[in-house]
């Protein structure tokens, strides 16, 4: 039993370590955009759906001895694939859609060690219960759960502050070593086992047989309607998983902690759904589940600005950010919905016999949740609607599923009925009009993998104050006047006062043409400072953005400079080119409030400086609701011998200029001139952070 537990245990704390480990190494190759981690779960879902059909199919047409051979090869052959660490040449040239790449990377990297670790929960479970007539294998897979979570919450506590990605990956490889020697001890064991069971007592060979024991009697067939249910309802979990992810990174932050919350909670509710009895129960769940519908439904589209002081008689007055109120509402609302999901599903469970056909149609939902969120609606949808989408048919779902529940004949009489239908459609009525609510009054909404976007006017062309703004979840990517005498003008974080403006400002005064380098397009605001003589080049990695920069907007079109835009990350375009020798260099690269991390690294900043002039500047744009990144920047300015100031600007409506922080970063040779120190300050932060790497960062470390 102890062989059999530590051999799952381990299993699924590599299986879960690993999801972190490789999508925060490949993040920076593809932008670092969020989509980047819905993508890595899709292929892990679908790699666990491979593993179970393997566990599925071994269990089911082959002899015990010959699960022993088969298993015991493939896992001698995953070792060979050691040490775990992707090969550079799947770095992307361009921006076309990176999701296939994404995949084609993660099966070469770590496709078939992770298809090994997903096979050992339902083989080893089915082995177990093969071995121990009468035992119930569930509290195994509720063992897995607890290992699964205890990675993710680890990582972001234990392993990302203190290793860098390479050592987090080799710590990986040297467990998964160590993970095949258990797991072929096991192995082994059970082959060895089912060879002692087969012999007679003279001798003679018994029918082993390849199907689970029927312990007392035999077991009933599942029906096509329980494999049904068994496919839908983790499904719809997955899907409101990947969903609410999504929400909370397009509209909070994408931070890798509001990825493994989620996941941690959706696998919380696996360990309390399956261990033992199970916490279960139908009431008060399906109350609170009509809350949380509701409640999610309601919130989706509003933004919660306003903190919340909490008074309690022990602890005294607590103050809870807005994103912290966002975050705990989502997090809670998922947690009842995927209890309400598990724990119907965990009330299906079949005799042992068919455990391995409960789990393929367990991880075959899962993997068409992902299938939906991750793959099919960036292609299909052109705004989040999955999330929305998603509340409704939980709803419907939930319903439908305890209609066909014998013991609830009480639920499918006629008051019952009329209550279920009327709220179900009250939910999907409503979901409906969020929907309306979202497209109403865009003038464009487009989506792909990076993300949705939306422009939008705020009046009519005649009207001197009217603009039109781009913006990507609640964002603003820049605006521009709709009034023609005005829609040259710099608006939003990019006027005369803001960092960029005084950099751009103070070389134009030098009399010559000056190069200008900006990374992240947005509308193209920076393009309004181009003279006759001046190139401007642009580093966008959304062709979406290009597009709605050349179509919705005049600031390229009105560019007085010569203008290229280079497709693709900004990072490895640069590290492909010559020396570009410009004069400022501006780093606007952010999608809602997510931190490019690779753009704001040593080495980054290294290559920043070999493509500006001896005397250039960099502009980095830190305005941020959750980050500060003051330290981070310090820590590079002081690591690689630059000076940093700060330009600290408010708003300004009469000119439809936001707030910004910038900092300006120039060669300690050079410095900045007297113009340049007047408009700023001193950069000075209370905190020290680990410098920056390729190899390291923490974004923990600068939560405001």
Request: charged residues 15%; glycine residues 8%; neutral net charge.
């Amino acid at each position: 039993m102890i062989l059999y537990a530590l051999t799952i245990l381990v299993s699924a704390f590599l299986l879960f370590q690993v999801q972190p480990v490789i999508a925060k190494i490949i993040l920076p190759w593809f932008g670092g955009s969020a989509a980047v981690w819905t993508t890595c779960m899709l292929f892990f879902q679908i790699v666990l759906l491979l593993g179970y059909a393997y566990s599925h199919a071994i269990i089911r047409y082959l002899k015990p001895r010959a699960q022993m051979l088969v298993h015991a090869a493939l896992l001698a052959a995953s070792a060979v694939l050691l040490p775990m660490y992707p090969n550079t040449s799947w770095k992307p040239v361009g921006s076309p859609d990176p999701t296939m790449r994404i995949l084609g990377l993660l099966a070469v990297t770590v496709g078939l060690p992770y298809f090994m670790l997903s096979t050992t929960g339902p083989l080893i479970q089915a082995w177990y219960a093969r071995q121990f007539h009468g035992s119930v294998p569930y509290r195994l897979y509720a063992l897995s759960n607890a290992g699964s979570m205890f990675a993710l919450l680890s990582y972001p506590v234990l392993f990302e502050p203190n290793f860098g990605t390479h050592l987090q990956a080799n710590l990986w490889s040297v467990g998964y070593g160590a993970f095949v020697l258990l797991c072929g001890v096991t192995t082994l064991g059970a082959g060895q086992w089912a060879g002692d069971q087969k012999a007679g007592p003279g001798g003679e060979k018994t029918d082993a047989g390849c199907q689970m024991p029927d312990a007392g009697g035999g077991a009933p067939a599942p029906s096509l309607k329980q494999y049904l249910i068994w496919l839908l309802l983790p499904a719809m979990a997955s899907v409101l998983l990947l969903a609410i992810t999504n929400h909370l990174s397009e509209n909070v932050a994408a931070i890798p902690f509001l990825w493994v919350l989620p996941l941690s909670i959706y696998l919380l509710t696996f360990i309390l759904c399956f261990e033992g009895s199970g916490w279960y129960r139908r009431n008060p769940y399906l109350q609170l589940l009509v809350v949380a519908l509701g409640s999610m439904a309601y919130t989706m589209n509003e933004t919660l600005d306003k903190n919340m002081d909490v008074s309690l008689p022990a602890l005294g007055t607590i103050h809870i950010p807005a994103v912290a109120i966002t975050t705990i509402l989502f997090s809670m609302g998922l947690y009842t919905c995927c209890m309400v999901c598990h724990g119907e599903l965990a009330r299906l469970k079949p005799h042992p016999r068919y455990l391995t056909h409960f789990y393929l149609m367990m991880s075959a939902g899962g993997a068409l949740g992902g299938l939906l969120v991750g793959f099919v609606a960036p292609h299909v949808f052109n705004a989040l609607y999955e999330m929305p989408l998603g509340l409704a048919a939980c709803g419907i779902l939930v319903v439908w599923v305890l209609r066909q529940d014998r013991e609830m004949a009480w639920f499918r009489r006629l008051p019952m009925t009329l209550v279920s239908a009327v709220l179900a459609l009250a939910l999907t009525v409503f979901v409906g009009m969020q929907i309306r609510d979202m497209v109403k009054g865009a003038r464009v909404l487009v989506r792909n993998f990076y993300g949705g976007l939306r422009v939008r006017d705020s009046g009519t062309p005649d009207e001197m104050e009217s603009t039109r703004a781009l913006t990507h979840g609640t964002i603003n990517h820049g605006e521009e006047y709709l009034n023609p005498a005005r829609r040259d003008l710099p608006t939003t974080y990019y006027g005369p006062n803001t960092g960029v403006g005084v950099a751009i400002r103070a070389k134009q005064k030098t009399g010559r043409a000056i190069r200008v380098g900006v990374i992240g397009l947005g509308t193209g605001t920076v393009a309004s400072y181009g003279r006759l003589g001046d190139y401007y080049r642009y580093y966008e990695i959304n062709p979406l953005v290009l597009g709605l920069a050349h179509t919705e907007f005049f600031f390229l079109r009105d560019c007085k400079a010569k203008l290229e835009v280079a497709m693709g990350d900004a990072r490895l375009s640069l590290e492909r080119e010559a020396p570009e020798n410009f004069d400022v260099l501006a780093v606007d690269a952010f999608s809602s409030d997510s931190i490019p991390v690779h753009l704001l690294t040593k080495e980054a900043m290294l290559l920043y400086f070999r493509h500006l002039r001896e005397d250039g500047i960099l502009a980095v744009h830190i305005s941020n609701r959750y980050l500060d990144l003051q330290p981070v920047l310090l820590g590079e300015t002081n690591a690689t011998g630059k000076t940093a100031r700060v330009v600290d600007t408010e708003d300004d409506d009469t000119q439809d200029v936001f707030g910004a922080t910038w900092v300006l970063i120039a060669s300690s040779a050079t410095g900045f001139t007297p113009e340049e120190i007047a408009e700023s300050s001193p950069i000075k932060t209370p905190r020290s952070v680990r410098l920056w790497t390729d190899d390291y960062s923490n974004l923990f470390q600068i939560l405001k």
